[in-house]
């Protein structure tokens, strides 16, 4: 059993990974400021191998305590997606990636597993896969701190990067504003949906799947070491508009527009590749529709609760 740090641990991905870290038996510590409240990991506090530390990963003696004699860190702790973070530029340099620097000053022996946004791919050309070796350019300040981030981890050679496609799937602390979080709870709650760039190609991969990944990585630390993998799933590289009628086959009510206006922050239009992380022995495997079918539900259940309030 290892000793985990997982910083941000209290958001979308990280609750997911605690619960399941915590229930295989690992000691594991979330340091999170709790941007988003602490409920997401109320169900663990029973656990003795389970702590919560209330703080700010831009507290550099409080990090130096956290890190001690840990075998692993996940370090999620982020200001999360281009408009947050165009809304936050100052916080969002200090915690993606002046926090990571001082990290990676203080790191002993401890071993990272790191998840960078594959919207650091930007544009690439049609029907060509982006593999871990494509060239990646990110526009938003988002993408750019997370892959600057990720150069700097990478050098440490202790690390393993996993270049996430945009999630989806429900979670202690669920996200609206994902892609196809969002636009299930728009098709529900306003039966329309109003896609910009509708023909730009995204790569999706459920959220179980990411928190498996994340924990292969750290079960195979010793293959995958000092290299980056792309974390997506194969049959889900999709355009947006194939996206939204995809929903709509579920949601027949749904009217789809598309919209000339709005641009994407990252020019995210990109295929992915995922053979390098399947041949190491790794493969998502939820698919889009049961995603689908799954945030109805999610999205029906949130609707039932506000009208009871
Ligand atoms: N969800 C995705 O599609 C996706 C894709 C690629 C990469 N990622 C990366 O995965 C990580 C987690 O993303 P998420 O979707 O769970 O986001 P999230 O916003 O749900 O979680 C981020 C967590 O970080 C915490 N946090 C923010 N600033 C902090 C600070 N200064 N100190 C301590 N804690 C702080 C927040 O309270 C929150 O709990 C991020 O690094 C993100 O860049 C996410």
Redesign the pocket.
């Known amino acids: 059993m290892s000793k985990i740090l997982i910083?941000?641990?209290?958001?979308?991905?990280?609750s997911m990974l605690a619960d399941q870290l915590v229930r295989k038996g690992h000691e594991v510590v979330v340091?999170?400021?709790?941007?988003?409240g602490p409920d997401s990991l109320h169900h663990l506090k029973s656990f003795q191998n389970f702590k919560l530390i209330e703080?700010?990963?831009?507290n550099e003696v409080l990090v130096q305590e956290c890190i001690s004699g840990c075998d692993f860190i996940y370090?999620?702790?982020?200001?999360?997606g281009a408009p947050l973070c165009e809304k936050y530029p100052k916080?969002t340099v200090e915690?993606?990636l002046d926090?990571i620097t001082f990290l990676l000053s203080i790191l002993q022996d401890q071993k990272i597993i790191y998840?960078?946004?594959?919207s650091g791919y930007g544009t690439k050309k049609e029907n060509v896969a982006c593999t871990e070796e494509s060239k990646m350019e990110p526009i938003s300040l988002?993408g750019r701190t997370?892959v600057e981030a990720e150069n700097l981890i990478s050098k440490t050679g202790q690390a393993v990067t996993l270049r996430?496609?945009?999630?989806f799937g429900a979670s202690y602390?669920t996200?609206f504003d994902?892609l196809l979080n969002n636009f299930v709870y728009k098709a529900l709650n306003e039966k329309k949906l109003d896609i910009y760039e509708g023909h730009f190609m995204r790569n999706f991969i459920h959220i179980e799947d990411v928190v498996n990944g994340l924990i292969f990585a750290m079960d195979n630390f010793g293959k995958m070491k000092g290299q980056a993998f792309n974390l997506g799933l194969d049959s889900a590289n999709m355009s947006k508009i194939e996206l939204a009628k995809k929903i709509q086959e579920y949601i027949p009510e749904l009217e789809i527009t598309e919209n000339n206006l709005l641009k994407d922050p990252d020019q995210r239009n990109y295929i992915v590749s995922n053979e390098k992380i399947k041949k190491v022995g790794f493969q998502a495997k939820i698919t889009i529709e049961e995603g689908i079918v799954e945030m109805i539900k999610t999205v029906n259940l949130k609707n039932k609760l506000i009208s009871y309030i």
Do not use: C, Q, W
């Open positions: 910083t941000g641990g209290a958001g979308y991905i990280g340091l999170d400021s709790l941007m988003f703080g700010d990963v831009r370090p999620f702790a982020g200001i999360v916080e915690v993606n926090s998840p960078t946004t594959n988002y997370k996430l496609a945009t999630v602390r996200r994902l």
